[in-house]
């Protein structure tokens, strides 16, 4: 098992209540995968903002370890000690 940092922000954290999870995940755990599993921990409105339609939305942006990731790479493989850190887009006036 290798742990991660997971940092909310914004509406993300209020809908999970937190700003920071830790997670145990298996060594050959995809971002993708780390995603998928923290969603389902928390409501649906929680996980539609990370993977409507089952997809990684496009209004978030995630930096693994203070590196922002393309969308090309959630196939990336994590590592023990990762700090993953998801913004959702927000708007408004």
């Given at each position: 098992m290798i742990e991660l940092s997971i940092h909310l922000?914004?509406?993300l954290a209020d809908a999970a209540g937190t700003r920071v999870v830790h997670k145990s995940v298996a060594y050959d755990t995809r971002l993708i995968d780390a995603i998928r599993l923290l969603s389902a921990d928390y409501p649906a409105a929680f996980h539609n903002m990370l993977l409507p339609n089952g997809a990684i939305s496009n209004y978030?942006?995630?930096f693994i370890n203070g590196r922002l990731v393309d969308?090309?790479?959630t196939?990336?493989?994590l590592n023990d000690g990762d700090e993953i850190m998801l913004f959702p887009a927000v708007s408004g006036g």
């Open positions: 922000f914004n509406i978030l942006k995630i969308n090309g790479e196939l990336t493989l």
